[in-house]
Structures are given as structure tokens and as C-alpha cells.
Nanobody, 120 residues
Framework: QVQLVESGGGLVHPGGSLRLSCAASGTHFSLLAMGWYRQPPGKQREFVAAISSHSTTNYVDSVKGRFTISRDNAKQSVYLQMDSLKPEDTAVYYC??????????????WGQGTQVTVSS
């Protein structure tokens, strides 16, 4: 069972940046595909970005060129660098371990998430 703890959210102006972190424990982290999902207010949770065990990345179209996912296997952590933030990026962001390197389906239980609010 993988335990995940997200951090790094906050309030930021449009055009600003935030870096989210996710600390994992409980399994062989380096073998896992990891990802970020988000849930905007009043909407369903949606896929944002994924990184494979080989560090291949994939993004939803709406964040391409603005967000960067990365991982540090030594720290059992995954990160989401978010630049050029827009109000529509406002959401609770969740870290997840994924079904596989080519399957972004989230596995296991969700963490508590971290709130990102983009507003002037």
C-alpha cells in the first residue's frame, strides 16, 4: 500500500508559479508510475500529468508548456512545477500512483490533496 502526502499549494496571482510536492512511502517507489490529478470546484477529478518509472512524462493539453512533472527516487517524491498559472487551474491537486507506465489510471486511496487557488 502506497501512502501519499501532498504539499505546496496556496493562493497565487494569475501568471504566478507554485511547486507542489508529494512524498510517498510504503513501497518500491522507483518502480511506480506517478501522476497528478486535480478537482476544480464543482467538477470531477481530472488527470493533469504523469511520469513513468523511466521518467517519461505526459500532460493534459491544457497544461502543456506550463506545468512540469518530475521525480526524485532517492527522496521518494514527485513534484509538479506550475508556471503561468491561470484562474482555471484553481483546484485541489492530488498525487497518485498509476496503474502502469502506459496507463494513467489512479490506484489506491487518495491523499488529502493540496489546494491551489489562482486569483487576483
Amino acid at each position: 500500500q502506497v501512502q501519499l502526502v501532498e504539499s505546496g499549494g496556496g493562493l497565487v496571482h494569475p501568471g504566478g508559479s507554485l511547486r507542489l510536492s508529494c512524498a510517498a512511502s510504503g513501497t518500491h517507489f522507483s518502480l511506480l508510475a506517478m501522476g497528478w490529478y486535480r478537482q476544480p470546484p464543482g467538477k470531477q477529478r481530472e488527470f493533469v500529468a504523469a511520469i513513468s518509472s523511466h521518467s517519461t512524462t505526459n500532460y493534459v493539453d491544457s497544461v502543456k508548456g506550463r506545468f512540469t512533472i518530475s521525480r526524485d527516487n532517492a527522496k521518494q517524491s514527485v513534484y509538479l512545477q506550475m508556471d503561468s498559472l491561470k484562474p482555471e487551474d484553481t483546484a485541489v491537486y492530488y498525487c497518485a500512483h498509476l496503474a502502469g507506465d502506459y496507463d494513467p489510471s489512479p490506484q489506491g486511496s487518495w491523499g488529502q490533496g493540496t489546494q491551489v487557488t489562482v486569483s487576483s
